[in-house]
């Protein structure tokens, strides 16, 4: 009958367990609803910041000669990049 009984309290004590994990982790997820929502209103862009991308004329990348490097440009380019990670 003890161990009836200790298994019974144990059971009861996980669920409790989850119960409160599972609690804490939706306030946790509307928390983070709230915060991504905040963040989207505040980092959007105007409107009229908007429109003026769309109106803007962009070239072909060929012309803006992004396959012409020189090879020490991109030596540092490396350099700076295995220095900084």
Do not use: W
């Given at each position: 009958m003890m161990r009836i009984c200790q298994t019974l309290s144990i059971f009861c004590g996980l669920g409790m367990h989850n119960c409160q994990l599972h609690k804490n982790t939706?306030?946790?997820?509307?928390?983070?609803?709230?915060?991504?929502?905040?963040?989207?209103?505040?980092?959007?862009?105007?409107?009229?910041e908007t429109e003026a991308l769309f109106v803007r004329i962009y070239y072909h990348t060929d012309s803006y000669n992004t396959l012409k490097f020189s090879t020490p440009l991109c030596q540092l380019t490396c350099a700076v990049f295995l220095a900084t990670t």
């Amino acid at each position: 009958m003890m161990r009836i009984c200790q298994t019974l309290s144990i059971f009861c004590g996980l669920g409790m367990h989850n119960c409160q994990l599972h609690k804490n982790t939706e306030r946790l997820l509307v928390q983070l609803t709230v915060t991504m929502e905040s963040l989207l209103f505040i980092a959007s862009p105007d409107p009229f910041e908007t429109e003026a991308l769309f109106v803007r004329i962009y070239y072909h990348t060929d012309s803006y000669n992004t396959l012409k490097f020189s090879t020490p440009l991109c030596q540092l380019t490396c350099a700076v990049f295995l220095a900084t990670t």
